[in-house]
């Protein structure tokens, strides 16, 4: 996810999913405007300066986060989440980790409401897709 907007839209209409290694607010996915339907999981992982002091510690977290997510059996849900990790995800065992995500995503409720807007109810959540084997930027 890139832009304050994205994530507004994400804080504003998500559903929070807390555990002790970290809280994932999780929202559907809905293309952005002229973005072709592509169901895919657009995940940003933010750690403040407030949870973990040094860079280094805030670059692993973030590291064992994305390969944790990367790796998931199964894949990920098309949606647009913020992943907010905790000090204790620097100390726990991988698998803890990736065991901790598949019960926070099987938490997370398979319809997410909408506050107001033309959303016209609510709609389902549909099946895992995997990740996409190119990196973000589109370099290998």
């Given at each position: 996810?890139?832009?304050?907007?994205?994530?507004?839209?994400?804080?504003?209409?998500?559903?929070?999913?807390?555990?002790?290694?970290?809280?994932?607010?999780?929202?559907?996915?809905?293309?952005?405007?002229?973005?072709?339907?592509?169901?895919?999981?657009?995940?940003?992982?933010?750690?403040?300066?407030?949870?973990?002091?040094?860079?280094?510690?805030?670059?692993?977290?973030?590291?064992?986060?994305?390969?944790?997510?990367?790796?998931?059996?199964?894949?990920?849900?098309?949606?647009?989440?913020?992943?907010?990790?905790?000090?204790?995800?620097?100390?726990?065992?991988?698998?803890?980790?990736?065991?901790?995500?598949?019960?926070?995503?099987?938490?997370?409720?398979?319809?997410?409401?909408?506050?107001?807007?033309?959303?016209?109810?609510?709609?389902a959540v549909s099946a895992p897709v995997t990740p996409d084997p190119t990196p973000a930027g589109g370099r290998e």
């Open positions: 996810m890139t832009g304050d907007r994205e994530f507004r839209k994400v804080r504003v209409h998500g559903v929070a999913v807390r555990d002790p290694l970290f809280t994932l607010r999780v929202a559907e996915y809905r293309p952005r405007h002229g973005e072709t339907w592509r169901p895919r999981a657009i995940i940003g992982i933010v750690i403040s300066k407030k949870t973990l002091k040094r860079a280094v510690d805030r670059n692993r977290a973030r590291r064992r986060v994305r390969e944790a997510l990367r790796t998931l059996p199964g894949g990920l849900p098309p949606c647009r989440a913020i992943l907010l990790p905790n000090p204790a995800v620097l100390t726990a065992e991988f698998a803890q980790v990736q065991a901790a995500l598949i019960r926070a995503l099987a938490r997370a409720p398979g319809r997410v409401r909408g506050r107001g807007g033309n959303s016209g109810g609510t709609r």
